[in-house]
């Protein structure tokens, strides 16, 4: 059973074994900067099967009318089970008002579509440059 908290942030260390098993591109030999990731981020929900990392989302939201998801993890040991989908609702069902944007990477494009995500074409954004 999968239980989803919003009062527990991962450690690092936890976050990077998740990040590295689920491909996600992130500072992966770099603990303090996802440690800086999650402490400024006003919007986390993890997904835990007893002690382990099962998923987590990360994002920012002004609570009111504009939200990003920054990170969408699910272990490949939980995948194609719901816990995705399961992150992103809880955060969508909290928020009704606030309109979610996300930059899917390559290997989950379909799988935004696919949730009733839609496709925009009006974004723009700068590198990061380290």
């Known amino acids: 059973m999968i239980e989803y908290r919003t009062d527990v942030v991962p450690a690092a260390a936890t976050l990077i074994e998740l990040f590295r098993a689920a491909q996600l591109n992130r500072p992966l030999d770099d603990p303090e900067r996802i440690a800086q990731m999650y402490a400024a981020s006003n919007l986390v929900v993890s997904a835990w099967a007893g002690d382990r990392l099962a998923g987590v989302l990360r994002g920012w939201t002004d609570g009111a009318f504009d939200g990003y998801v920054c990170d969408l993890a699910v272990h490949p040991d939980f995948q194609q089970s ?23 990477s390559q290997i989950a494009r379909e799988y935004y579509q696919h949730l009733g995500w839609q496709k925009i074409e009006n974004g723009w954004f700068q590198p990061r440059q380290s």
């Open 82 to 104: 719901g816990v995705g989908r399961a992150l992103l609702d809880q955060v969508r069902a909290e928020r009704p008002q606030v309109q979610f944007v996300l930059r899917a």
